[in-house]
């Protein structure tokens, strides 16, 4: 059977991994292949890498990062950030990336994730769906858009059906309101979004223990992503890999 | 001397990651799209391509087609990988109208409704005995299809998702992977490397 997967997130603007990674032992923690090679070391499942670059610089700079990344890495590598129409998936495919996030631009275009799914199979075309609940609400969500800025309306719910409906293979759902509060993820998201969809789903958003890794994959999660208690140094992926073995999940060791 | 090795150019296929890990073997993969080198070529990998109908066309377009059948049933050290370890096979559910390299009989199905489609993430690959190239331990898959069954004069790897399916064919310095050797970390380099010590002395 399939293994519960572990995935280290890095943001990367301009070439550099952003928002501090603190390693020990690494001459620059601020370099994407030093960093790869080392959750790669580690364990980790497969990598995602986020281009938060604002500018068309940034961008190309970006495509570059992902070739020299993938020279070294034998796992594999999500990338997402700026991808507005399917040309801008195939050149980050041809760098050398696996699977491409869309986000943003899908929502106010859905017919990109069918673009990207036509071309280049289901396999590669992960939608990222930021959600946020919905003031008052316990249980319904909405999409939110441009990091935050924008609540759509629109139910994350519905939204998630539509976009495996138009060829999604996975789906990378973050919890608006955990993401970066290190409260956990939210499960109740979790469990009504893999209620809907057959496609696998990566929990984003609210890390902080090993427990709440357990508990997402209980409610419905199929893999987990994190960035700052491994970028803070405070859990490695091989240590949480053996929780997750104790807890009698499927583990790759 | 580096290996030299022939990745057949699909078009929509992803080839940085397949370069890459051959490269970090040590072998010297070029990217082909002719017949003559698909017949020649030291080694020869067929990687992974969109639909089972797109990766058959472009086979036939680039003219390859009849080259590869017949380095394979030949024994040349041959490496299909995902969508080309499928298109071994008659057909497939994925594009009923196509026709496969038709080496292997049988056709390639959709998972089960139960199971997460596509298979995202790492499965248990159990080796089958007497095995040089397989060995046991975890591959990455990215698939909605898989096959069932093969011809017994090939060695059948197999793991379970929605219960089991091939994983992968050896025959000789043939082999064939439903998973991706290059993304499959030190496992899928020595699975690689391992490929490469069969074929040698095998090839042209």
């Known amino acids: 059977m399939l293994t519960s997967r572990i995935i280290p997130c890095l943001d990367v603007r301009d070439g550099r991994v952003v928002k501090g990674v ?13 960093l790869a090679k080392e959750y790669e070391a580690q364990g980790a499942d497969e990598l995602v890498f986020l281009d938060v670059s604002a500018t068309p610089e940034g961008r190309s700079t970006h495509r570059h990062t992902v070739s020299e990344v993938r020279a070294q890495l034998s796992i594999p590598m999500t990338t997402g950030g700026g991808v507005r129409v399917a040309d801008d998936a195939a050149l980050l495919l041809e760098a050398g990336a696996d699977k491409v996030g869309v986000n943003t ?5 859905p017919q990109l994730i069918s673009d990207i799914a036509n071309r280049f199979g289901s396999q590669c075309a992960v939608v990222a769906i930021d959600a946020a609940l919905i ?21 994350a719910i519905a939204w998630a059906k539509e976009a495996v409906d ?16 290190r409260s956990g993820y939210d499960l109740a998201l979790l469990r009504a979004i893999s209620d809907v969809v057959n496609v696998p789903i990566i929990a984003s958003g609210g890390a902080n223990e090993p427990l709440h890794l357990a508990d997402a994959l209980r409610a419905g999660a199929d893999a987990v992503l994190a960035a700052s208690i491994f970028h803070e140094g405070d859990y490695t992926v091989g240590q949480l890999k053996e929780y997750l073995r104790k807890e009698k999940f499927a583990i790759r060791l | 001397m580096s290996s030299s090795v022939a990745i057949v150019r699909t078009g929509v296929a992803n080839t940085a990651s397949m370069v890459a890990g051959l490269r970090r073997v040590g072998a010297d993969p070029q990217l082909c799209e002719d017949a003559e080198t698909v017949r020649t070529a030291p080694y020869v990998v067929l990687p992974g391509v969109g639909t089972f109908g797109a990766g058959i066309a472009s086979l036939k377009r680039m003219g390859v087609d009849e080259a590869l059948k017949e380095r ?31 080496i292997i009989e049988g056709s390639i199905q959709g998972f089960p409704p139960e199971v997460t489609c596509p298979q995202l993430g790492w499965n248990l690959v159990t080796a089958p ?35 089991e399916f091939i994983a992968g064919l050896e025959r000789g310095a043939v082999v064939t992977a439903q998973f991706h050797p290059e993304l499959s970390g030190p496992w899928g380099l020595s699975f690689f490397t391992r490929w490469l010590e069969v074929g040698r002395g095998r090839s042209s």
């Open chain 1, 105 to 109: 631009a899908a929502v106010s275009n």
């Open chain 1, 135 to 155: 003031d008052g609400s316990e249980d319904s969500w909405e999409v939110v858009t441009q990091s935050g800025k924008n609540r759509t309306g629109k139910s």
């Open chain 1, 166 to 181: 138009r060829g999604a293979g996975e789906i990378l759902l973050t919890s608006w309101d955990r993401d970066g509060t």
């Open chain 2, 72 to 102: 394979i049933q030949s024994g040349l050290p041959t490496l299909a990988v995902c969508v080309g370890h499928q298109l071994l096979f008659q057909q497939s559910e994925e594009s009923p109208e196509a026709e496969g390299l038709n």
């Open chain 2, 129 to 163: 005995k007497g095995a040089r190239i397989f060995e046991s331990g975890y591959a990455y898959f990215a698939n909605s299809f898989r096959a069932l069954h093969a011809d017994p004069d090939w060695k059948m790897a197999t793991a379970d998702h929605g219960g």
């Open chain 1, 22 to 34: 603190r390693f020990q032992g690494l001459k620059d923690a601020g370099c994407p292949v030093e």
